[in-house]
């Protein structure tokens, strides 16, 4: 510091913290420097002359980059942080919960598995009892399984299972990718299965699979892997009822596990993965493969005995179940439990037998009764070959309330839904719906002439028509010409809009049939069905439950709801596991309105059908069409015309949809009455619906159908006069159908009378057959359906 001058006066210095600032002339704050934000911002004001003019400021540039350091500086502590936590956490976690948790043991599993299901009517009562295939089953020893069971499961679950500590990383990791990328995967080796189906816990969680880890790593740690296997093989779940592989060696071959070949354990164990597809020939047959090259690729069979192998089929589902119920209660208890199985109820038939469920199903205990002693009463005294089924749906839920689908149940085909047949006749409102689709009206007029060629192919009617030239499609309805609607389809609507509106309706686009999917109304190629489907012939292969559940959306005006067998399923202690709700869409078009005007138009044709010998009892308003599939010449046994071999009856109140189905369980075959008589539709079909309809009923309000609003051309003006000459017409159809055809063995018959379903004054006419086109069959008997 320089000296002071003698005369100076003496000052203190005061530091910055402490001096007066700087008196300054007040700044508009829009005049303000830059640098001033921190006098914005309430900043204490510092003299510049305190800064270090030594230390050089940084430039723009030079912050950025310094900001940019300390950010990524903080980014690599927290991704060390985070790493860190990744490889501590869960060994932490783990060490946390090994002494909390317990691994099940296999007699406490077993002890809660094969509980009795009990099944109830819907009116509470009970129909009777489900049991399991392994009740009172022991536990097997390590000992006692032979080593081509423990290689079969091993090769369809955890092939590495002696390798891993109780869980299987690879798999792990591979399993997170899968469902990453969209697809599913459990991931787990077969200790950890074994842990997940003794739990019941098969929730997708991260809590469920550490927890799930954490169990099997402790279990590995306190039995060996034999035991483990053998705690597995007691338990695990191998469909058709049986838990654990000693129940599942008889479910599928009536054998002891000990005599099981090798090729017959790798099916069952590949039945682990997806047990409830255990009649889904197709899915058993990919999983049979797979297990026996696992088996081959770790040589625990050989080359030559792969090779040799066919396809080891099981026995019957029905061969196989414990009969605690006869007749058609134990399909309607079969159904039940593949709507457990199902994705409408998501429950499993594996964890209803670990709960001991109650099953409150749809079926009314006095219409299945009339179901019962309608059929009896008809079909006493016929040909015992014949066979036949009956389902009833409420149209207001789509409940099914009685399903006859056989006289010997589960010793026996189930015709109601394990049979696709041709429809007839009953096919033909479908055709009318696909019309009023696309503009036309109950009152529009084809030629009903017969015989007719339409397309290149010869149709006949089924017997003389009161129709002309131009004959109303309401009027054809009641006769069932076959001239007319074949015209429609194939110069109007077109084969795929017949099969949009069936589909639409209630028949399954997709239907389980002889153990593989089967699609329905579509050609050979599985293109669009060729123009047999307007009369029900070719592609038009139905089951008649379903042809119960599509009348039933013409019942319900046009508002369909999918079939089902279980209203709710309970606990023991009452708690509510599974409660139906109902799942109305309309079925013809998206807006309401439009479906139900479809649909009340499509009543308006059917309402005349039954009458005769069996209109509904009291004049209680029915709507309903017969229908007969007639066998082809070539096919019957005295190479001549006049057979039949399937026949229908179809119809519905407001309050219930009936389908009765009458044929062979040997395909194509002659059916006759007791009297050598053809069958109809309006035959033995008819009466049983008949009997069925009126003691099912008895009891309920009569209830009158809506009155339609007309659709097109609603008014039908008189019909013309038919030609006295059964001779073809003079003039050509219009546009012939570009439809793809196909060879057919069999024709439909439609043997509907145009007086009415059954009674007709006497004819001296002569029944007439029709020649075979390519792929379009063609109609043609005479007395009796419509």
């Known amino acids: 510091m320089p000296p002071r001058n003698p005369g100076e006066e003496r000052t203190t210095q005061l530091p910055p913290v402490n001096r007066p600032a700087a008196q300054r002339e007040p700044d508009l704050l829009t005049h303000r420097e830059p640098d001033d934000e921190f006098l914005l911002a309430g900043e204490p004001a510092v003299d510049d002359e305190y800064y270090d003019d030594d230390e050089p400021?940084?430039?723009?540039?030079?912050?950025?980059?310094?900001?940019?350091?300390?950010?990524?500086?903080?980014?690599?502590?927290?991704?060390?942080?985070?790493?860190?936590?990744?490889?501590?956490?869960?060994?932490?976690?783990?060490?946390?919960?090994?002494?909390?948790?317990?691994?099940?043991?296999?007699?406490?599993?077993?002890?809660?598995?094969?509980?009795?299901?009990?099944?109830?009517?819907?009116?509470?009562?009970?129909?009777?009892?489900?049991?399991?295939?392994?009740?009172?089953?022991?536990?097997?020893?390590?000992?006692?399984?032979?080593?081509?069971?423990?290689?079969?499961?091993?090769?369809?679950?955890?092939?590495?299972?002696?390798?891993?500590?109780?869980?299987?990383?690879?798999?792990?990791?591979?399993?997170?990718?899968?469902?990453?990328?969209?697809?599913?995967?459990?991931?787990?080796?077969?200790?950890?299965?074994?842990?997940?189906?003794?739990?019941?816990?098969?929730?997708?969680?991260?809590?469920?699979?550490?927890?799930?880890?954490?169990?099997?790593?402790?279990?590995?740690?306190?039995?060996?892997?034999?035991?483990?296997?053998?705690?597995?093989?007691?338990?695990?779940?191998?469909?058709?009822?049986?838990?654990?592989?000693?129940?599942?060696?008889?479910?599928?071959?009536?054998?002891?596990?000990?005599?099981?070949?090798?090729?017959?354990?790798?099916?069952?164990?590949?039945?682990?993965?997806?047990?409830?597809?255990?009649?889904?020939?197709?899915?058993?047959?990919?999983?049979?493969?797979?297990?026996?090259?696992?088996?081959?690729?770790?040589?625990?069979?050989?080359?030559?005995?792969?090779?040799?192998?066919?396809?080891?089929?099981?026995?019957?589902?029905?061969?196989?179940?414990?009969?605690?119920?006869?007749?058609?209660?134990?399909?309607?208890?079969?159904?039940?439990?593949?709507?457990?199985?199902?994705?409408?109820?998501?429950?499993?038939?594996?964890?209803?037998?670990?709960?001991?469920?109650?099953?409150?199903?749809?079926?009314?205990?006095?219409?299945?009764?009339?179901?019962?002693?309608?059929?009896?009463?008809?079909?006493?005294g016929e040909d015992p070959e014949l066979r036949t089924s009956l389902s009833a749906i409420d149209p207001t839920t789509g409940a099914v309330r009685a399903y006859y689908p056989g006289k010997d149940g589960l010793k026996g085909l189930d015709f109601a839904k394990g049979t696709v047949q041709e429809a007839g006749s009953s096919f033909k409102p479908f055709d009318l719906v696909a019309a009023l689709k696309m503009g036309k009206g109950i009152g529009d007029t084809y030629d009903g002439t017969s015989p007719r060629k339409i397309g290149g192919v010869e149709i006949r009617n089924a017997g003389p028509s009161q129709c002309g030239k131009q004959c109303p499609i309401k009027q054809a309805m009641k006769e069932s010409l076959n001239t007319v609607f074949y015209d429609m389809v194939a110069n109007d609507t077109g084969p795929r809009a017949v099969a949009d509106a069936a589909h639409a309706a209630g028949i399954p686009e997709t239907v389980p049939y002889d153990g593989k999917p089967f699609r329905t109304l579509v050609g050979e190629d599985g293109g669009a069905p060729n123009t047999g489907i307007a009369i029900g012939a070719d592609d038009a292969r139905v089951r008649p439950f379903d042809m119960a559940s599509a009348y039933a959306t013409f019942a319900a005006r046009g508002m369909y709801r999918p079939p089902f067998f279980i209203t709710k399923i309970e606990a023991p202690n009452g708690d509510l596991l599974y409660q139906h709700v109902d799942k109305a869409t309309p079925a013809f078009d998206p807006v309401e309105e439009k479906s139900r005007d479809i649909a009340d138009n499509v009543t308006e044709t059917l309402k005349e059908i039954p009458s005769g010998k069996i209109e509904c009892a009291a004049k209680r308003p029915c709507a309903g069409k017969t229908g007969t599939h007639e066998l082809a010449p070539e096919a019957a046994p005295d190479r001549k015309a006049g057979h039949n071999s399937k026949a229908w009856m179809v119809g519905y109140t407001p309050q219930l949809s009936a389908s009765v189905w009458v044929g062979k369980e040997k395909g194509n075959q002659p059916i006759t009455d007791k009297g050598g008589n053809p069958v109809f539709g309006s035959g033995l079909p008819g009466l049983i619906w008949k009997k069925f309809m009126d003691a099912a009923l008895v009891g309920y309000q009569k209830e009158a159908f809506a009155k339609p609003k007309p659709l097109g051309n609603f008014n039908p003006p008189p019909p013309s006069k038919a030609p006295t000459s059964n001779s073809a017409p003079s003039t050509p159809p219009s546009t012939p159908s570009t439809e793809p055809t196909r060879p057919s063995q069999t024709r439909p018959s439609e043997p509907d009378t145009p007086c009415g379903l059954f009674v007709c004054p006497p004819s001296n006419t002569k029944p007439t057959t029709t020649k075979q086109g390519p792929g379009n069959p063609t109609g043609g008997r005479d007395p009796g359906d419509t």
């Not at 009777?128 to 032979?146: A, C, D, F, Q, V």
């Not at 499961?153 to 798999?171: I, S, T």
């Not at 399993?175 to 990453?180: L, S, T, Y």
């Open 57 to 380: 400021e940084l430039t723009e540039e030079e912050e950025r980059r310094l900001r940019k350091k300390k950010i990524w500086k903080r980014v690599r502590i927290g991704a060390f942080v985070a790493l860190g936590l990744m490889i501590l956490g869960p060994v932490i976690a783990v060490a946390v919960a090994y002494p909390l948790v317990e691994w099940p043991r296999p007699d406490k599993v077993a002890e809660q598995q094969d509980k009795t299901i009990t099944l109830r009517y819907s009116d509470g009562s009970e129909m009777g009892k489900i049991t399991s295939p392994g009740e009172n089953r022991t536990m097997l020893t390590y000992e006692e399984i032979p080593d081509n069971v423990k290689n079969a499961v091993l090769a369809a679950e955890d092939a590495n299972f002696y390798e891993n500590p109780g869980f299987d990383a690879k798999a792990i990791l591979r399993a997170v990718w899968i469902q990453a990328t969209g697809g599913s995967s459990g991931g787990s080796g077969l200790t950890q299965q074994y842990i997940k189906k003794a739990t019941g816990k098969e929730d997708a969680t991260i809590t469920r699979k550490f927890t799930e880890v954490v169990k099997a790593f402790k279990m590995s740690n306190e039995s060996d892997h034999n035991t483990i296997l053998t705690a597995y093989l007691n338990t695990v779940y191998f469909g058709r009822g049986a838990n654990g592989m000693k129940a599942a060696a008889q479910v599928y071959y009536k054998k002891d596990m000990k005599d099981l070949t090798p090729s017959e354990a790798a099916l069952i164990a590949g039945m682990i993965q997806t047990p409830s597809w255990s009649e889904d020939k197709e899915y058993v047959a990919k999983r049979w493969k797979f297990v026996m090259g696992q088996m081959l690729q770790k040589k625990w069979i050989d080359q030559a005995y792969y090779d040799a192998q066919q396809f080891p089929t099981p026995l019957p589902f029905e061969e196989t179940q414990p009969a605690t119920l006869e007749g058609p209660l134990a399909r309607v208890s079969q159904q039940v439990q593949n709507e457990i199985d199902s994705e409408m109820v998501g429950l499993t038939m594996e964890r209803a037998q670990k709960v001991g469920v109650t099953v409150y199903t749809t079926i009314d205990p006095k219409m299945q009764n009339a179901a019962v002693e309608a059929v009896n009463a008809v079909m006493t």
